[in-house]
């Protein structure tokens, strides 16, 4: 089992920044590709980022891309989600997931996910 508790969320204007971080226990980090998902009131959760085991490969949707960056510390067992020039529409609650697969293609689907965090809020606001 893997337990992964995410934070760095809150209120943000248009333009503004934030990191997010997911902490994991139970198991080592490094033993699992890293993805980031979010979802919004009302809409499916969505692929924003994922990370490879050794962090060098890194994978972003169209619509964060430029604007996000993944990384990962596989010694403090944290996964990072760097977020820049954050938009209105990028408002929703962000979840960190451990994935066991090793094959790049499954890492934007949701159900190629093992383990969930209970996510953390963002908000974007003037």
């Known amino acids: 089992q893997v337990q992964l508790v995410e934070s760095g969320g809150g209120l943000v204007q248009p333009g503004g920044s934030l990191r997010l971080s997911c902490v994991a226990s139970?198991?080592?980090?490094?033993?699992?590709?890293m993805g980031w998902f979010r979802q919004a009131p009302g809409k499916e959760r969505e692929f924003v980022s994922a990370i490879n085991r050794s962090g060098e490969s890194t994978y972003y949707a169209d619509s964060v891309k430029g604007r996000f960056t993944i990384s990962r510390d596989n010694v403090k067992n944290t996964v990072y989600l760097q977020m820049n020039s954050l938009k209105p529409e990028d408002t929703a609650l962000y979840y960190c997931?451990?994935?066991?697969?090793?094959?790049?293609?499954?890492?934007?689907?949701?159900?190629?996910?093992?383990?969930w965090g209970q996510g953390t809020q963002v908000t974007v606001s003037s």
């Open positions: 139970g198991r080592t980090l490094s033993n699992y590709a």
């Open positions: 997931a451990a994935n066991r697969q090793y094959s790049s293609l499954l890492y934007r689907m949701v159900g190629s996910y093992d383990y």
